[in-house]
Nanobody, 118 residues
Framework: QVQLVESGGGLVQAGGSLRLSCAAS????????MTWYRQAPGKQRELVASITSGGSTNYADSVKGRFTISRDNDKNTVYLQMNSLKPEDTALYSCNARWGFRDFWSSWGQGTQVTVSS
């Protein structure tokens, strides 16, 4: 099993920036896709951004142009740079990793809280 540890959340004013990190514990596993999700109170979890091992990225429309996902394959770590934060970005941000044939295996981190004040 791969354990994921997120960090970098916190409280920030609207317009500010935060950088989230998610590190995978097992370097021997070749992780295919790493994805950031978020869930605000009373709302469904939504995909924020994803990145494949080859560097292909995908973003939710609500964060395009403000958030940037990147990864360091040698460190099995994914980052989410969040700029121009808005109060509606407030949520618990969780990291997901998928690996194996057709991304069969999956693991989740415990989440890191991001709170944006107006």
């Amino acid at each position: 099993q791969v354990q994921l540890v997120e960090s970098g959340g916190g409280l920030v004013q609207a317009g500010g920036s935060l950088r989230l990190s998610c590190a995978a514990s097992r370097s021997s596993v070749s992780i295919n896709t790493m994805t950031w999700y978020r869930q605000a109170p009373g709302k469904q979890r939504e995909l924020v951004a994803s990145i494949t091992s080859g560097g292909s990225t995908n973003y939710a429309d609500s964060v395009k142009g403000r958030f940037t996902i990147s990864r360091d394959n040698d460190k099995n770590t994914v980052y989410l740079q969040m700029n121009s934060l808005k109060p509606e970005d407030t949520a618990l941000y969780s990291c997901n990793a998928r690996w194996g044939f057709r991304d069969f295996w999956s693991s989740w981190g415990q989440g890191t809280q991001v709170t944006v004040s107006s």
